[in-house]
Nanobody, 122 residues
Framework: QLQASGGGLVQAGGSLRLSCAAAGFTFSSYSMGWFRQAPGKEREYVAAMSRSGGRGYYAQSVKGRFTISRDNAKNTVYLQMNSLKLEDTAVYYC?????????????????WGQGTQVTVSS
């Protein structure tokens, strides 16, 4: 199970921190990713991190503004979102993958959280 939280309404230029708590599986054995889906659009990759942590991988649209991190002791992955833009408005989903590669692909993920709404206003 994956439970995402931390979404909300924020003004452009502001920040939010999303959390995704995992339960029922060995969190440290899974790569983790964040995706988002805006109304009328397909779900798209945002960021990912391998099992052991270390560097994050990002979509070009969020690079330099978003930071993915994980705490294996707390079974939680985070997405720190800074300098938010109107186009960041979407439902954000966390996902877990047994893969070590191809983490930008939706098909690489085995489990998905329920999503948390992020709305950026002008």
């Amino acid at each position: 199970q994956l439970q995402a939280s931390g979404g909300g309404l924020v003004q452009a230029g502001g920040s939010l921190r999303l959390s995704c708590a995992a339960a029922g599986f060995t969190f440290s054995s899974y790569s983790m990713g964040w995706f988002r889906q805006a109304p009328g659009k397909e779900r798209e990759y945002v960021a990912a991190m391998s099992r052991s942590g270390g560097r994050g991988y990002y979509a070009q649209s969020v690079k330099g503004r978003f930071t993915i991190s994980r705490d294996n002791a707390k079974n939680t992955v985070y997405l720190q979102m800074n300098s938010l833009k109107l186009e960041d408005t979407a439902v954000y989903y966390c996902a877990a993958s047994t893969a070590a590669w191809g983490l930008a692909l939706l098909s690489s993920y085995d489990s998905w959280g329920q999503g948390t709404q992020v709305t950026v206003s002008s």
